[in-house]
């Protein structure tokens, strides 16, 4: 029979055997492929005879081969499994992430910072089979159309970009990470094969955007190099292979490309885009003026003569999608011209006009110089209730100095809503809600 195998020890006509063991070095297969930097040995083993007499083995080995016969006298082939660096930057979010004219990136906790649940958030899965460093950074993709993949409908219409983006990285588990004081850190530093980390970005908006602007923001991650253990220090940059050796961790990008232009296929980069929606409270602030009655017609077509009262009626409307907490607002009398009425009168009032003070208030007590409704702003104004508000929709109160709210103080009028818009139920101190509408009326005696 013919040899396979040439050996200065075979003869013509031996019978030959050949054996191949392989054997894993340290290191076992993981669900994303066999750890990078693993030795994989094997050591052939060649049985053979010659006429009808069995010969002593021979073992295999590298390079110039081996020719000497017993176990032990061969060397196993080893080379080593390369660094397959592979990973996704997916985007958490299923909808826009609230945010408000004004928000800043600043330290979490502080007044001017986002909330935990003013951030766009993301997921970095390390695919590959080695521990990596990533660098994390952020880019606004630009403005018009674009494609965020979590969303329904995933294309957005983006119309301006945040002041500064930084990224914040989970100190936790991902899974139902919240950002919170722990979450400090701003790369992610040796996140193992199959694993994943949560990442937060956290822009700031310009106070000048208004309600439902859009912007699209996106994170990319770059692998590092890991010194395999959390060391606190993001690793250099990783180089692709250009040959291959077998004693050699070869450095092979497998990512796929990403959302941003210039995120293409295998260049160590992956990123993945969240869009911002402004949600915010749109105040208008109006003042009208009714006259009520004057000493010549009473109520019948009244004129602005000396004598008449005339109300104003300063209304804030909130038509935006949140929530506004209102501070104070203040109104100053030219007193040289008018008189403060303490004694608010209304249109059923208008018949007993006389020169001086209306003679009965409609609430019933001297010294109630302001009215108060709370309305809608698709309703008319006192109507209906309002849940969690004691007292609304119409309230009088007095012009004297006190815990109302709302003060005339020669010649400024002064209403802080902190008080006139009471926390009571779900409602907070001062919160004109979204569709809401407070108004204040108070009237003067033109001299």
Do not use: W
């Amino acid at each position: 029979m013919k040899s396979l195998f040439r050996n200065t020890l075979v003869k013509p006509g031996a019978a030959i055997a050949l054996a191949v063991a392989g054997l894993l070095s340290a290191g076992t297969a993981q669900a994303l492929g066999v750890a990078s930097g693993t030795n994989i040995t094997n050591l052939a083993t060649l049985n053979y005879s010659v006429g009808t007499v069995a010969q002593t083995l021979i073992e295999s080995k590298d390079g110039a081969g081996n020719s000497t016969s017993g176990l032990g006298n061969g060397a196993a082939t080893t080379f080593k499994v390369d660094n397959k660096v592979n990973f996704l930057v997916t985007t958490i979010d299923t909808n826009f992430v609230s945010v408000v004219p004004g928000q800043t990136t600043g330290t979490f906790g502080a007044p001017s910072s986002a909330t935990a649940t003013q951030v766009a958030k993301f997921l970095v899965s390390n695919t590959g089979n080695s521990t990596q460093d990533f660098e994390l950074t952020t880019l606004f993709s630009g403005t018009g159309a674009l494609t965020v993949s979590t969303f329904t409908p995933t294309i957005v219409t983006d119309n301006f970009d945040p002041s500064a983006c930084t990224v914040r990285v989970e100190s936790g588990s991902s899974t139902g990470a919240v950002y919170d004081a722990t979450d400090t850190a701003t790369f992610i530093d040796a996140l193992a094969a199959d694993a994943t980390k949560t990442v937060y970005v956290i822009c700031a908006i310009p106070l000048t955007r208004v309600n439902n602007d859009i912007a699209v923001v996106s994170l990319t991650a770059e692998a590092r190099v890991s010194g395999l253990v959390a060391d606190g220090a993001l690793g250099a940059v990783l180089v692709a292979a250009v040959a291959n050796t077998q004693t050699g961790v070869e450095i092979v990008f497998a990512d796929t490309a990403g959302t941003e232009a210039g995120d293409i296929a295998r260049d160590g980069k992956h990123s993945s885009r969240d869009a911002l929606r402004v949600k915010t409270a749109s105040l208008t602030v109006s003042k009208t003026t009714t006259t009520v009655c004057d000493p010549l017609n009473g109520s019948t077509v009244p004129m602005n003569i000396p004598g008449a009262f005339v109300r104003y009626t300063i209304t804030v409307a909130n038509g935006g999608s949140t929530s506004a907490t209102l501070g104070t607002i203040g109104d100053t009398l030219v007193v040289a011209n008018v008189n403060f009425d303490t004694d608010f009168v209304t249109g059923a009032d208008a018949a007993t006009c006389v020169i001086g003070s209306p003679s009965v208030p409609l609430s019933g007590t001297a010294g109630n110089g302001f009215r108060v409704v709370l309305g809608t702003t698709t309703a008319a104004a006192g109507a209906p209730a309002f849940t969690g508000r004691t007292g609304y929709p119409q309230f009088f109160t007095s012009d004297l100095a006190g815990n109302d709210g709302i003060d005339f103080s020669t010649p400024n009028i002064t209403a802080n809503f902190s008080n006139v818009l009471n926390a009571t139920g779900s409602a907070l101190a001062g919160e004109l809600r979204a569709g809401e509408s407070v108004s204040v009326s108070y009237q003067v005696q033109i001299k």
